[in-house]
C-alpha cells in the first residue's frame, strides 16, 4: 500500500469507525449501552402487554393494535436501511432470556437433528399464515400473547440451551433483520487484521476472563469469530465482541450495502459457504416470497382469488385455503429461481446443474426487503401519527384527565398519500437494483456472460413488476372487529 | 449484576403501578346501543356515503333529544386516518350523518359518541364488507356479505 493510499484508508477508516463519533462513541464503548436500549423496549413491550389484556378491544384504539403493526414494523426496516439491525441489538426479548442463563447455566448443545434455520423458516412461515388466518393485526389480545410467547420461548430455550441459540436458530425476526442487515451500511468488524493474527486468547469468541479465570464478558454466542467473519449475516449487533476484544480491535463500521455480502462461495465464520447452506437459501427463498404474499393479503383482489380457490378446489375454509396460497406462492417462487438457476447452470457448462441456484438465489434477497420495507413503510407513513392521540387518550384512561389535551383522532398521516405511494415505489424499485447489480456483480466476479445471469434479471423484473401491481391495488381491510 | 437487579426491581413497579392505576382502560360502560337503520349507497362502497343509525337506551327505547352525536368511522387495521363527523337527529331518535365517507374497501367499525343526562357515552357497531368501486364476491371465512352489526 502506498503511503496516499494508507493515508486515505486511515482517514476514511476514522470517520467510518462509528466508536470514533462523539457522542454514539462513548455510547456504544459502554458496557451496558446494549442494556439501556433493550431497557426502553421492554419498557414499551410492557405498555403493550399491558394495553393488550386490559385496553380497548379495538386495534386503532389500542397501544397494542398500533405500536407493533404500525410504528414498530415501520422503525425496524427504516433502521436496518439507514443504520442496522438495532431491533436485534435491542431486542426486549433477551432480557429474561439473560435472566435464564444465570438461573439454569446451559450447557445442552443446540440438537443436530434441527440444524441451521430450518425451525427458523417453518416458524416465519406459520406466523404469517397465522398472522393472516387470525387477523393479528386487528387484535391486540392475541398481539399480546404473541409477545407472551416471544418472551417465553427466549426464556425456555436459552435457559435449556447453551449460546444464543433462540437467536440462531429459532427467532422469526431474527432472521428477518439478518436477511434485512444485508441492505444495512454498518457492520460490526476487526479494525486491524495485524492485531487479531497475533491474538493468542481470541476472547472475541470465548469471551473475556478475568485473572482468576472467571468470565467477566461473553463472546460470540452465534459463533461469528471476527477475524473471519463477513458481512451482517447472524449478526445480532451485540457489541460482546467489542466488549470482549482486549485489544479494542473490533468495531461498528460504516460501509457500502452488499457489497461485502455478494460472494455466497466465500466462507463465513459461524455459517460456512452459503452456496452449501440449502437452510439459507430457502430462507431467502422464503422471506422474498413471504414479503409479496403478506402485501397481497391486504389488497382487494386477493378476496377474487380466494374465492376462486374456494370453488375450484371446493374448500371452505380459510386456514386451508390460505395454506394453499402460502405453499403455492413460495413453491412458485422456488420453481421459478430453480429454473432460473438450471438456465445458468446449462450456459455456463456448471458441474452441477444446482450450481447457478445455489450462488444466484441470494440475489433475491434485496428485493424481498425492498417489499417488505414499501409494505411496512407504507403503514408507518400512513399511520405514523396515530401514536399522538392514541397516547393521549391512554394518559386519560389511566389518570383520568386529559393531562396531555384531548385525543386528537384526526392526526395520522406523516405524508400526503400521493408522496406515500412514491416513497414505497421508490423503496420497491431500489430493491429490484439491489437485487439486479448484485446478480450482475456476481456474474462478473465469476466471469460469466450476461446471458447466463440473464433469467435471474427476468426472475427480478417479474417481481418487481408484480410488487407494482400489487401496490397499485385497493387496500382492503377486513378482520377481526370488536376484538 | 446490580443493575440488573435494579432494571428487574423497576419494571416490577411499572407493571405494579399500572395494574393498579387501572383495570381495564377504555371501557366505559355504555348504556346506549346503535343500530343501523340504512346505508346509501346500498351495498356500502368506497366514497361519500349516508349512515342512519338509531340510538337506543338499555331498556331498548330509542334515544331521541340528543341533538346532534359524532360518528367515527375507523378500520380494523391501526394506523388509518379515521372519518370523523357529526350526525344530526332526523326523529324518533334516528340520527343522520354529514359528509361521511367510506374511505377504503373493508370492514368498518361505526363508533357513536354524545352525551345523556350530562354522562359522557359510546356505541359501536360495524359495517362490514364495504367495497372497492369493483363487485367482489364473497370470501370463504370472511362473512363480508354488506351488513350491519347493532353492538351492545
Given amino acids: 500500500m502506498t503511503a496516499q493510499k494508507a493515508h486515505r484508508h486511515r482517514t476514511l477508516g476514522s470517520w467510518s469507525d462509528l466508536q470514533h463519533w462523539p457522542i454514539l462513541g462513548p455510547w456504544l464503548r459502554w458496557r451496558h449501552a446494549r442494556t439501556s436500549a433493550q431497557a426502553v423496549l421492554l419498557i414499551l413491550a410492557l405498555l403493550v402487554l399491558y394495553d393488550g389484556f386490559f385496553g380497548p378491544p379495538l386495534a386503532p384504539k389500542n397501544l397494542a393494535g398500533v405500536l407493533p403493526w404500525v410504528h414498530w414494523r415501520g422503525l425496524v426496516v427504516l433502521a436496518l436501511l439507514l443504520a442496522g439491525n438495532l431491533f436485534c441489538f435491542a431486542c426486549p426479548f433477551l432480557l429474561p432470556r439473560r435472566l435464564a442463563q444465570r438461573l439454569f447455566r446451559p450447557r445442552r448443545a443446540w440438537p443436530r437433528w434441527l440444524p441451521g434455520k430450518w425451525l427458523a423458516l417453518v416458524l416465519l412461515v406459520v406466523f404469517f399464515w397465522a398472522y393472516e388466518v387470525f387477523d393479528l393485526w386487528a387484535s391486540p389480545w392475541l398481539t399480546a400473547w404473541v409477545i407472551i410467547a416471544y418472551f417465553a420461548a427466549a426464556f425456555v430455550i436459552d435457559g435449556f440451551f447453551r449460546g444464543a441459540a433462540f437467536c440462531k436458530h429459532v427467532c422469526p425476526i431474527g432472521q428477518f433483520n439478518f436477511l434485512g442487515s444485508l441492505a444495512s451500511p454498518s457492520v460490526v468488524t476487526i479494525r486491524d487484521h495485524g492485531v487479531c493474527a497475533s491474538c493468542v486468547t481470541k476472547d472475541c469468541i470465548r469471551g473475556h476472563v478475568d485473572s482468576e479465570g472467571k468470565l467477566v464478558q461473553r463472546g460470540c454466542e452465534l459463533g461469528l469469530f471476527q477475524p473471519r467473519k463477513v458481512g451482517n449475516l447472524d449478526c445480532t449487533f451485540c457489541l460482546d465482541c467489542v466488549h470482549a476484544c482486549p485489544y479494542q480491535n473490533v468495531t461498528v463500521r460504516l460501509r457500502l450495502p452488499l457489497m461485502s455480502e455478494l460472494d455466497p462461495g466465500v466462507n463465513r465464520s459461524g455459517i460456512g459457504r452459503l452456496s452449501n447452506r440449502p437452510d439459507w437459501m430457502l430462507l431467502v427463498l422464503g422471506l422474498t416470497g413471504l414479503g409479496f404474499l403478506n402485501a397481497f393479503g391486504m389488497v382487494s383482489p386477493v378476496y377474487q382469488f380466494l374465492s376462486w380457490l374456494s370453488q375450484t378446489l371446493r374448500i371452505t375454509s380459510e386456514g386451508v385455503l390460505l395454506a394453499f396460497i402460502f405453499l403455492g406462492g413460495i413453491g412458485l417462487l422456488a420453481v421459478a429461481a430453480m429454473l432460473a438457476g438450471l438456465v445458468t447452470s446449462v450456459l455456463t457448462g456448471a458441474p452441477s446443474r444446482w450450481w447457478g441456484f445455489q450462488r444466484f438465489v441470494y440475489s433475491l434477497a434485496p428485493l424481498g426487503f425492498g417489499m417488505w420495507t414499501a409494505h411496512y413503510l407504507f403503514h408507518f407513513l400512513t399511520g405514523a401519527l396515530t401514536v399522538v392521540p392514541l397516547t393521549q387518550n391512554f394518559v386519560f384512561d389511566v389518570f383520568g384527565a386529559a393531562l396531555l389535551g384531548q385525543p386528537a383522532w384526526q392526526l395520522a398521516s406523516l405524508l400526503p398519500m400521493n408522496t406515500v405511494y412514491e416513497v414505497v415505489i421508490f423503496m420497491l424499485a431500489a430493491g429490484f437494483f439491489g437485487s439486479a447489480l448484485w446478480a450482475l456483480a456476481l456474474g462478473r466476479q465469476l466471469q460469466l456472460g450476461f446471458l447466463a445471469v440473464l433469467p435471474w434479471l427476468v426472475l427480478h423484473m417479474a417481481l418487481f413488476l408484480f410488487g407494482v401491481w400489487l401496490l397499485g391495488q385497493p387496500m382492503e381491510m377486513r378482520g377481526t372487529l370488536l376484538g | ?152
Wanted: charged letters at 20%; a neutral charge.
Fill in chain 2, 1 to 152: 449484576m446490580s443493575v440488573i437487579r435494579l432494571l428487574i426491581s423497576v419494571l416490577l413497579l411499572v407493571v405494579l403501578a399500572s395494574s393498579l392505576a387501572v383495570c381495564q382502560r377504555g371501557q366505559r360502560s355504555s348504556e346506549v346501543m346503535v343500530d343501523i337503520v340504512s346505508v346509501e349507497p346500498s351495498p356500502p362502497q368506497v366514497g361519500p356515503a349516508e349512515l342512519r343509525m338509531r340510538l337506543r337506551d338499555e331498556r331498548g327505547q330509542t334515544l331521541a333529544g340528543l341533538g346532534s352525536v359524532e360518528v367515527e368511522g375507523t378500520m380494523s387495521h391501526a394506523g388509518m386516518k379515521p372519518v370523523i363527523v357529526q350526525a344530526r337527529e332526523e326523529g324518533d331518535g334516528v340520527y343522520r350523518t354529514e359528509n361521511f365517507e367510506f374511505t377504503m374497501a373493508g370492514d368498518w367499525i361505526i363508533i357513536v359518541r354524545g352525551t345523556r343526562n350530562g354522562q359522557a357515552f359510546e356505541a359501536r357497531t360495524t359495517i362490514s364488507g364495504v367495497r372497492s368501486s369493483r363487485q367482489l364476491p364473497t370470501t370463504p371465512g370472511h362473512d363480508h356479505s354488506p351488513k350491519v352489526t347493532p353492538t351492545p
